[in-house]
DNA sequence: TCGTTTTCTGACCGTATGGTCAGGGTTGAC
DNA sequence: GTCAACCCTGACCATACGGTCAGAAAACGA
């Protein structure tokens, strides 16, 4: 599973070969057609097992007191995601990007659900003053443009470090910064209660 | 070559046959082979053409008077390319994704002057006190992938807007949306000259 | 120990793909 | 009208891929 995940983040689904994935696992081709009979289940299973993950980063938000902790630990979260299944990340996001010919029902049920939710809580916190009235839907849109940002263009940003990856310290600037824009930007900082 | 953008970004590169662009651009597959001598090359001009529109939206950031313009007018052209070129974002977007397998030469000189230049003009900002003291690498990282985020999850987003594309005034919303939350979070709203 | 179920594997197959090629059209200069 | 350069195309390869299968190992239960 992990290799299949790591094969097709960077080989895409057309690219990445049956062939490919179970010399990675170690596997003879045959004995990885054993547990998973096409190449579109073992794909299926792994999209879905990434967005098991990505929907559980959610969970801070709903604990949260207020927008400044739910939103800050949110995307905490959701940057913590990207820096440590970056492969997950890309195979999500070329799904999306294809598409989603594989996933189209998760969408429509789950991340519906779930966005509508999130939108809610977000636009009772503008109600109560606690916010800027901003758009939440597009709220939402630039924490996971941004926080999956520095996993699926990862390649881009260490380019653009001189070659390097992000070290310990960079990842928490990295993280200062979005939350410091984010929440400064949506009125949050400004009412520290 | 619009024809090869669409086949590429709905399919990656991997999963785009020439047969299926040929037939798309109407072409026999061997006229296609007659201009472009192999898939790998057809691609890298796709590419290519890509990164020229997507560095020609910086001219905005040089003639601008202030951060506000300056900034506003970036996000106001990224998001219009998003919506314009949706596929080229999309392919771009797969091209680094995988590693920037084709193009990384490109990221390793003019992607990081342009980036170079561009820090130094937002961090004179800041040095002007015309903007929160915020790290300028981060801000970028945050505009592309916000804009980038409209074309290339505009599935995720239109299937969370009931199915139906963004109308003209949801994309007007979505402009004004980012520029306000950025803006705001920059500081660069609070000081209107 | 023996029979049965499960796990594994090398060898194989049909298909689709990227790319080639010989030759037929078309155009335009003189 | 002729010739050369360029444009176009159907038919054709070699390869690589997803998937199959017969049967060998291994694991297990009694």
Redesign the pocket.
């Known amino acids: 599973m992990e290799a299949a995940e790591k094969v097709f983040a960077e080989a895409g689904f057309?690219g990445?070969?049956?062939?490919?994935?179970a010399d990675m696992a170690g596997?003879?081709?045959?004995?990885?057609?054993?547990?998973?009979?096409?190449?579109?289940?073992?794909y299926r299973k792994v999209v879905a097992r990434i967005f098991e993950i990505w929907l559980h980063a959610a969970d801070t938000f709903d604990n949260a007191p207020g927008p400044v902790e739910g939103i800050g630990a949110y995307i905490d979260a959701k940057m913590d995601i990207s820096r440590r299944h970056p492969f997950g990340s890309k195979v999500w996001a070329s799904e999306v990007m294809h598409g989603a010919p594989v996933i189209q029902d998760y969408l429509e049920t789950t991340l519906r659900e779930w966005t509508a939710g999130r939108i809610a809580a977000i636009q009772r916190w503008i109600d109560e003053g606690r916010l800027a009235p901003v758009d939440p839907r597009h709220l939402l849109y630039m924490i996971w443009a941004t926080t999956q940002h520095y996993a699926d263009f990862g390649h881009q940003i260490e380019t653009l470090n001189d070659g390097k990856p992000l070290s310990e310290k960079q990842w928490k600037a990295a993280k200062d910064s979005v939350k410091e824009i984010i929440l400064r930007g949506i009125g949050a900082d400004a009412t520290p209660v």
């Open positions: 057309g990445a070969t049956m062939q490919l994935i596997l003879p081709k045959a004995n990885l057609h054993y547990y998973f009979a096409t190449k579109e289940e073992l």
